[in-house]
């Protein structure tokens, strides 16, 4: 036993520890990564469940420390990830292998290493490559009480982003050693959050392009107020795509919060722009109609969010839904009840929130002339009836407005004259509509109406006698069931809240009903 003592002392071995960090879902955790060097066979272990891409870092890492121009000879090294039982993945844990191994035989001399998080993917030639999901695992980082990071020179605006945090972008493994060593410190990095929503950029969209379709723009207000889920139907060209694109336009702005939580799902997708600390505007998402149930739900070898969660606060639109995979959207039918979606694992099980509007579209029939009053259709009943049932109950059954969308005559086209209402005027009535909303549900922990229970509707969707009789009336003429029922009168909420009104008035719920052409089975007639 002394000779073994003995040994270590002379030939200089210790353990080294560094911290680094790691997901689970959409939150981060704390890895420790504890290097020990000691003399023997060559050889290069990492243990503490790590996946194909930790343990080829062992080949990068060397490789790279080479090309740094460090003198490094071959040992026996021992890499340790803990905790153990949580599954590792991803590159981001190649620059604290290097710094521990680095600070190991002396190259690093920075004794209060355990001050700082190191992220990173390391090339061969010892630069630093920008990683997913920096954004998230900073926050967690900084919530542990730790207040310095040491990132990739291209993830320094996402990681800027944590306020309290101070942020050491890097280029190269040099650059971090002569950091650590004091010979040339990397500047501190700092993003004024508080200006980037100052100014928020809609890309040059707005409700005042589209000359006409004042139903159209009045029906996805209401959606906008309510967080409803909308279906547009109409011909080819009616402009059903257009109009979906600007209704992010017309939704309250982001939160800071919201914000930082929509840029934590883009920044672990890896969808984030480099020079873009946080996502300021509503996601809008659109599909192709080829997307696989995994693509738009999430998943995949190494769990990534789907394009549920990429919407998320924000707008979902498939467009010519019909032509989807009936098993694709079927995945959808959960989380759009439960506004998040789980995906297990056999080493874990991960979460990410998908609260979104869901918009789509689609033509009337095959031909999409079935309702154009000018261009005569060539489908007979039964093509349209089989096309209707691409989409199945139990989605539709998650849609509450059905919109009609009419093509647009010429002369409203060539009408400059008029004056169109902009996005900012009718996103000022979404406003106010939503704080009533907010205001109304503070103790119910809902925020829209398109939130609410039986319960609630039974407790502030209550009808005079006679908007009683005008629903009784559609339910006798169009089948409506109970499901309808309740969508209707979520609607009518969302409508009087608009008009600023208390009670939910005949003309409400008159309007509600219309907004519900699918159920009335045209195409049957």
Known sequence: MKLNIKFRKESGVMLSTTYSMSLNGLNGYLVKV?????????????????????????????????????????????????PAYTKKEG?????????????????????????????????????????????????????????????????????????????????????VVEHLNGTNVIENFIVDTDNLFSNVPYDNID????????????????????????????????????????????????????ALEVTKIHSIAGTLPGDKPLITTRPFRSPHHTTSGIALTGGG?????GEMSLAHYGVLFLDELPEFDRRALEVMRGPLEDKEVTISRM?????YPCNFIFVASMNPCPCGYATDIKKK?????????????????????RIDLHIEVSSVEYEKLIDNNKKNETSAMIRERVNK??????????????????????????????????????????FDKFGFTARTYTRILKVARTIADLEECEKIKTEHVAEAIQYRSLDRKWWDN
């Open 301 to 305: 070898r190494i769990p990534k969010p």
């Open 34 to 82: 504890e290097v020990d060097i000691n003399l023997g066979m060559p050889s290069w272990e990492i243990v503490g469940l790590p996946d194909v891409s930790v343990r080829e870092s062992k080949e990068r890492v060397r490789t790279a420390i080479k090309n740094s121009g460090y003198d490094f000879k071959s040992k026996k090294i021992v890499i340790n990830l803990a």
């Open 347 to 351: 080493n874990c099980t991960l979460t």
């Open 433 to 474: 509509a939503k704080k009533i909303q907010a205001e109304r549900y503070k103790d119910y922990k809902i925020f829209s109406n398109s939130d609410l229970t039986p319960a609630m509707i039974n407790k502030f969707c209550k009808l005079d006698s006679d908007s009683k009789r005008i629903l009784q009336m559609a």
């Open 377 to 397: 259709c060539t489908c007979s009943p039964n093509e349209i009836s089989k096309y209707m049932k691409k989409i199945s109950g139990p989605i539709l059954d």
């Open 91 to 175: 590159s981001s844990f190649d620059l604290p292998i290097a710094v521990g191994m680095l600070k190991n035989v002396g190259i690093i001399n920075f004794e209060k290493i355990s001050e700082y998080v190191f992220i990173g993917e390391l090339s061969l030639d010892g630069k630093l490559n920008r990683v997913n999901g920096v954004l998230p695992m900073c926050i967690e980082a900084y919530k542990l009480g730790i207040k310095k990071v040491i990132v990739p020179f291209e993830n320094r605006f996402e990681a800027g982003a944590v306020k309290g945090l101070e942020v050491y972008p890097a280029a190269k493994l040099t650059e």
């Open 207 to 258: 409700f005042s392009d589209v000359m006409g379709q004042e139903n159209v723009k009045r029906a996805l207000e209401i959606v906008a107020a309510g967080a409803h889920n909308c279906l547009l139907i109409g011909s080819p060209g009616s402009g059903k795509t257009m109009l979906s694109k600007r209704l992010t336009t017309i939704l309250p702005d982001l939160t800071f919060e919201e």
